[in-house]
């Protein structure tokens, strides 16, 4: 079946690094792709989203690159700062199925 | 405001009896999914719905029930609820599931089946 892998499961950078976030899938109809953040006990909170027919795409310090002939996605986070903490997940929607899948999630620690 | 409702918020209950959770959207959305989220396993689909009175399943559908009898609710219900169902759960909204639109979600129900 459908699946996204997420890698790696726990990152841990200094505080003004750059972290990044990879994710592969497997389906390849799925032509969404958006990434979640996810502070200690509350919901999943949509930070970028990217569609098929986009390569790239930033909002501040936050970016995304979707390479789709891989079926590979990245999440990179310049001059990372403490409130940049928590757990963090991808996914990827098939426009055959509408299903959404996540990955297993990154746990990133920023460390002041 | 628009949100995602869920009801309850946390559940301790016992095996084999049937519980309903519900899920409430007030912003028109056609799309709406159950997720249940457990540690080192992300979030999992358990059932989704791309519109009134269309279901289909998702990763995890197995002891789970869902109904879309109006646009703004989708519960979720547990026939006879087991041990392996205490999870984190969470509804989420869509405008349009498949042609790529930002989930909404709801602030998560807290299931114990003892």
């Known amino acids: 079946g459908e699946n996204v892998e997420q890698h790696p499961s726990t990152l841990s950078v200094q505080e003004g690094d750059s972290a990044v976030i990879k994710c592969t899938y497997s389906d390849s109809a799925s032509n969404y792709f958006p990434w979640y953040k996810q502070e200690l006990g509350k919901r999943p909170q949509l930070i970028i989203d990217i569609r098929s027919n986009v390569g790239e795409k930033k909002d501040q310090r936050i970016a995304v690159t979707l390479n789709k002939t891989a079926k590979h996605f990245s999440l990179h986070i310049t001059e990372t700062q403490p409130e940049d903490s928590a757990v963090y997940f991808c996914a990827a929607l098939s426009s055959n199925t509408g299903k959404l899948i996540f990955g297993q999630g990154t746990t990133l620690q920023v460390k002041p | 405001e628009a949100q995602v409702t869920q009801n309850p918020r946390y559940l301790i209950t016992v095996t084999g009896k049937k519980l309903t959770v519900t899920c409430s959207q007030n912003m028109n959305h056609e799309y709406m999914s159950w997720y249940r989220q457990d540690p080192g396993l992300g979030l999992r689909q358990i059932y989704y719905s791309m519109n009134v009175e269309v279901t289909d399943k998702g990763d995890v559908p197995e002891g789970y029930k869902v109904s879309r009898k109006e646009k703004r609710n989708f519960p979720l219900i547990l026939e006879s609820p087991s041990p392996n169902q205490t999870s984190l759960y969470f509804c989420?909204?869509?405008?349009?599931?498949?042609?790529?639109?930002?989930?909404?979600f709801g602030d998560g129900t807290r299931l114990s089946i003892l």
């Open positions: 989420a909204s869509s405008f349009r599931g498949g042609l790529g639109q930002p989930q909404h």
